[in-house]
């Protein structure tokens, strides 16, 4: 299996507090993303990342940042959290976007309960 | 604007033969993905298409038409544990990589 991990897993937090999750690869693939699913809308993009400490924003980056100090660890942070928020959210990583095939590698998620 | 179309859900007896097919919108992609993602798991790759045609993966395939703007997941030999949902994506040539999903389809195979 592809060494990719999310943490927390499960997380519960209150409106207004900021949140950290985690994605750590043992891969090192170059590009990282974050995405957040909800259902009838798929898999969106938040943030993603094409190396260390280069990051760009994807289509629902509002309310989200993210920071990669390493190739391994790619963080996201919600800074100000919100009910709407409340979503399961999964990294990804990839090899190159030069293979075409692009499989991406999905960690299992992390699911945010914002009450 | 750039869009995946899937249908939300589709039901099929076991051993029976599924199709779910998914329409695009966009000016120019590199090829068209397919995902699975079983209730509470990852989504996992499928297949890629580059390439108008079929290919193939065992039960599963894959096409794609171009000219259509459309492609589909083709599920052969149904079997439980192929209930799941199924999304299709693609990288648009202006995205520099990001890979963009439909809303995906569950499929609900029954005995």
């Known amino acids: 299996d592809a060494g990719i991990t999310q943490s927390p897993r499960h997380k519960v937090t209150e409106t207004g507090t900021p949140v950290t999750l985690r994605c750590h690869q043992t891969?090192?693939?170059?590009?990282m993303y974050w995405y957040r699913q909800d259902p009838g809308h798929g898999l969106r993009l938040i943030h993603y990342?094409?190396?260390?400490?280069?990051?760009d924003k994807g289509e629902v980056s509002d309310g989200y940042s993210v920071s990669r100090s390493k190739t391994e660890d790619f963080l996201l942070t919600l800074e100000s959290a919100t009910s709407s928020q409340t979503s399961v959210y999964f990294c990804?990583?990839?090899?190159?976007?030069?293979?075409?095939?692009?499989?991406?590698?999905f960690g299992s998620g992390t699911r945010l309960t914002v009450v | 604007g750039q869009s995946l179309e899937q249908p939300s859900e589709v039901t099929a007896v076991e051993g029976a033969i599924v199709q779910i097919n998914c329409t695009y919108q966009?000016?120019?992609?590199?090829?068209l993905s397919w995902y699975q993602q079983h209730d509470g798991g990852a989504p996992t790759f499928l297949s890629y298409?580059?390439?108008?045609g079929l290919e193939e993966t065992g039960r599963f395939s894959s096409f794609l038409s171009r000219s259509d703007s459309y492609g589909y997941l083709l599920l052969q030999e149904l079997q439980m544990k192929d209930s799941a949902s199924y999304f299709c994506?693609?990288?648009?040539?202006?995205?520099?990589?990001?890979?963009?999903f439909g809303a995906g389809t569950q499929v609900v195979v029954t005995p």
């Open positions: 990804a990583i990839s090899e190159s976007t030069l293979r075409r095939d692009y499989g991406y590698t």
């Open positions: 891969e090192n693939h170059r590009y």
């Open positions: 990342s094409y190396g260390v400490k280069d990051t």
């Open positions: 966009t000016s120019g992609f590199y090829g």
């Open positions: 298409n580059a390439l108008d």
């Open positions: 994506a693609f990288v648009t040539t202006d995205s520099w990589g990001k890979l963009q």
